[in-house]
């Protein structure tokens, strides 16, 4: 059964430091895998989707990479500001059943 | 672009009394998602369509149900509302495996249900 886990649960850093927040998996048989980012009371933002067969994808100031196959993701955010605070979840989409399983999440804190 | 629209966004409910929560989404998914998600946890699917018509359990179904009689449309319905029901409750939708890559999720703004 694919298991997703997001460590750490919570971070606080300062503002305009570079940060790293990990996603792994269980099973390496994956269809894409894909990072969203929640505000409180709000719905989930897509922040970026990578293919079971691509190793990186960019979006601005963030940096999402993928290993299959030690079943390990990583958001990279540069130069962290306070309008990123907000939870980051990662979700593997699985290639047997095609279903979301999904990470607890990273609740980000950028302070000021 | 509307994209997904949840309502109604907040609702509190009594031991018993039953709802539909409604989604619609203009994007022509044929797949469509409902999930709950409780405080410090990941998100759990209640049910999915993979297109108008066909329905299927979720990894949480019980204590609800589901239909798609087209393509937009994805309601949920809660028949006999229990505690253990509060959550807040997410609809999504997506293209299906067969549209080949990038098949990006997107949700709705959520349902923040109570049950009392």
């Known amino acids: 059964k694919q298991e997703v886990t997001q460590i750490p649960a919570a971070l606080s850093v300062p503002e305009g430091e570079n940060l790293v927040l990990n996603c792994s998996f269980t099973?390496?048989?994956?269809?894409?895998l894909q990072w969203f980012r929640q505000d409180p009371g709000k719905g989930l933002t897509s922040l970026l989707l990578?293919?079971?067969s691509q190793r990186e994808q960019t979006s601005g100031r963030l940096n999402a990479s993928l290993d299959k196959s030690s079943g390990r993701s990583t958001l990279y955010i540069a130069a962290s500001q306070p309008g990123d605070s907000a939870t980051y979840l990662c979700?593997?989409?699985?290639?047997?059943?095609?279903?979301?399983?999904w990470g607890a999440g990273t609740k980000l804190i950028i302070k000021p | 672009n509307a994209g997904v629209t949840q309502t109604p966004k907040f609702r509190i409910l009594k031991i018993g009394q039953s709802m539909t929560l409604q989604c619609a989404q203009d994007?022509?998914?044929?797949?469509m998602y409902w999930y709950r998600q409780d405080p410090g946890m990941g998100l759990k699917l209640i049910y999915y369509?993979?297109?108008?018509?066909?329905?299927d359990k979720g990894e949480v179904p019980n204590g609800y149900n589901v239909s798609r009689s087209t393509t937009e449309d994805f309601p949920l319905r809660l028949e006999l509302a229990a505690p253990s029901q509060t959550s807040v409750y997410f609809c999504?939708?997506?293209?299906?495996?067969?549209?080949?890559?990038?098949?990006?999720?997107?949700f709705g703004q959520g349902t923040r249900l109570t049950v009392v």
């Open positions: 999504a939708s997506s293209y299906g495996r067969q549209r080949g890559v990038g098949t990006e999720a997107f």
């Open positions: 994007m022509n998914h044929n797949y």
């Open positions: 369509s993979v297109g108008a018509g066909i329905t």
């Open positions: 099973d390496s048989a994956i269809y894409n």
């Open positions: 990578i293919q079971s």
């Open positions: 979700a593997v989409r699985q290639d047997s059943n095609y279903q979301l399983i």
